[in-house]
């Protein structure tokens, strides 16, 4: 494994582009783009203000940011650096603009969630979607970029329209059997769109693209509910994070449960392989602690860490929610398909320093990876099963079916990374701390 040097970026706004070409930073309100091979500065944008949210058009021709605060949009050209576009909501407000599919569009939710405003870079038409839900994720476009389902509130019920993206014309609008509805998202596939309601109602409902109802899941009632849906890139599966810390797989044919994942306290599974992250401190002999050393970010004393493979029965470490607070710290909330759809990689809040592995063949565990500290983020190498995660510190940790490594990140100062994205070749990754970034390149013999 190779390291860049350190960037800097505000906000974790970074993102590579579709085509894999640039890498896009934003730094308080300046916009920098670099080339990913050699990392040198191509385009230089200034906006308007602070940047709240930054994305690539599809076609990696255009960037969009966001300045929320103000209620502005400006858009940014790779080919043309001297052309840009703004777009102002003035006093009714943003609170998140996106890109169509065809990168040619802007779609902008104003404040109160009163409407969604539809702007062609093109004809510069202007196009409004009225009720708009707040909700968890309440716009989804299907993966070809042909269709766009919205959720929708009127007359204290839900609503999902379904709009043709070429005109923006509605194709399809029906009410949902919800009570209150929380999220939507299309299979991969585009052929079914999965709605489910909110926490307090267990329901998820599969819908097909002329508003027909194929299925209606629900596995208990009187309880906290669904926390996270996800479908598996082969649009086989759909997996189902619930309150009650399991996690139920629906199979696309019946839309019946097939099987369900537990994440229990105690693992005394032979088959699965619990990989324990454990610390050691290396003293700094008396020679190392020269003024350049200091100054760097050497501290007294080096944490260094591995993997240790633990024999069953293991007892993982439960914290258990406060339930005078809102929002308790249990359920499943993330959930991950590797690329290929063998793997599904989850996390149960209340045992926030572990990650689960299934595997989808076996419907079985196959590996548990035990952090010394909270589990930040992961994510899966997008060509091949490879698990990446990171839980705050200046160490990177990936898993494959070959075992587990712990990589410390030898940024000057010590960059503690907060979050990651691969790059879309999964030849590399971003590393995001609070304020910095860098790139970690894979060797040959790591692929």
């Given amino acids: 494994m190779n390291f860049s040097e350190v960037f800097k970026q505000s906000n974790q706004l970074c993102k590579v582009s579709p085509d894999g070409k640039y890498l896009a930073t934003c730094v308080q309100y300046r916009?920098?783009?670099?080339?990913?091979?050699?990392?040198?500065?191509?385009?230089?944008?200034?906006?308007?203000?602070?940047?709240?949210h930054m994305d690539w058009s599809s076609d990696s021709l255009f960037i969009l940011c966001a300045m929320y605060k103000r209620g502005l949009v400006q858009v940014w050209s790779m080919e043309q650096p001297d052309w840009h576009c703004k777009i102002d909501e003035g006093s009714i407000g943003l609170v998140s603009s996106r890109w169509s599919p065809d990168g040619r569009h802007i779609l902008n939710t104003t404040e109160f969630h009163l409407r969604v405003t539809v702007w062609s870079l093109c004809t510069k038409a202007v196009s409004y979607i009225k009720y708009p839900k707040v909700c968890q994720k309440g716009a989804d476009f299907s993966r070809d970029g042909c269709y766009m389902a919205l959720a929708e509130r009127r007359d204290c019920k839900d609503y999902v329209s379904v709009f043709v993206c070429d005109d923006w014309h509605l194709l399809r609008h029906f009410e949902t059997e919800t009570q209150d509805l929380s999220g939507l998202e299309w299979s991969p596939n585009g052929c079914v769109l999965a709605v489910w309601d909110s926490c307090l109602e267990y329901?998820?409902?599969?819908?097909?693209?002329?508003?027909?109802?194929?299925s209606a899941y629900s596995a208990y009632d009187w309880s906290l509910g669904v926390k996270s849906v996800t479908w598996s890139p082969s649009?086989?599966?759909?997996?189902?994070?619930?309150?009650?810390?399991?996690?139920?797989?629906?199979?696309?044919?019946?839309?019946?449960?097939?099987?369900?994942?537990?994440?229990?306290?105690?693992?005394?599974?032979?088959?699965?392989v619990v990989y324990k992250e454990v610390e050691k401190r290396t003293a700094v002999g008396s020679d190392d602690l020269s003024l350049h050393n200091i100054t760097i970010g050497t501290t007294l004393f080096n944490t260094q860490s591995k993997y240790e493979?633990?024999?069953?029965?293991?007892?993982?470490?439960?914290?258990?929610?406060?339930?005078?607070?809102?929002?308790?710290?249990?359920?499943?909330?993330?959930l991950a398909f590797s690329s290929d759809s063998r793997y599904l990689a989850t996390k149960n809040d209340n045992?926030?320093?572990?990650?689960?592995?299934?595997?989808?063949?076996k419907m079985s565990l196959v590996a548990v990876l035990q952090q010394?500290?909270?589990?930040?983020?992961?994510?899966?190498?997008?060509?091949?099963?490879?698990?990446?995660?990171?839980?705050g510190n200046t160490k990177l940790y990936l898993w494959s079916p070959a075992g587990c490594v712990s990589v410390q990140v030898p940024a000057e100062g010590g960059l503690q990374v907060q979050s990651l994205s691969w790059?879309?070749?999964?030849?590399?990754?971003?590393?995001?701390?609070?304020?910095?970034?860098?790139?970690?390149?894979?060797?040959?013999?790591?692929?």
């Fill in 372 to 391: 010394t500290s909270a589990v930040r983020c992961f994510q899966w190498d997008p060509r091949r099963p490879r698990l990446a995660l990171c839980t």
């Fill in 31 to 52: 916009l920098v783009v670099r080339d990913v091979s050699t990392l040198q500065i191509l385009q230089l944008y200034t906006c308007l203000d602070q940047i709240s």
């Fill in 235 to 272: 649009s086989q599966f759909l997996a189902i994070g619930s309150y009650d810390e399991k996690v139920r797989i629906l199979n696309h044919i019946t839309w019946k449960k097939i099987t369900q994942f537990e994440h229990v306290a105690s693992i005394n599974s032979t088959k699965a």
């Fill in 351 to 361: 045992m926030a320093s572990v990650v689960w592995v299934w595997d989808m063949q």
């Fill in 423 to 447: 790059h879309c070749s999964g030849d590399s990754l971003i590393l995001l701390g609070k304020e910095q970034l860098c790139l970690c390149y894979m060797d040959q013999e790591d692929k």
């Fill in 203 to 214: 329901k998820v409902l599969l819908y097909s693209l002329d508003g027909r109802l194929l």
């Fill in 309 to 334: 493979i633990c024999p069953p029965p293991v007892q993982i470490p439960v914290v258990k929610p406060d339930p005078d607070r809102a929002n308790p710290k249990i359920g499943v909330s993330t």
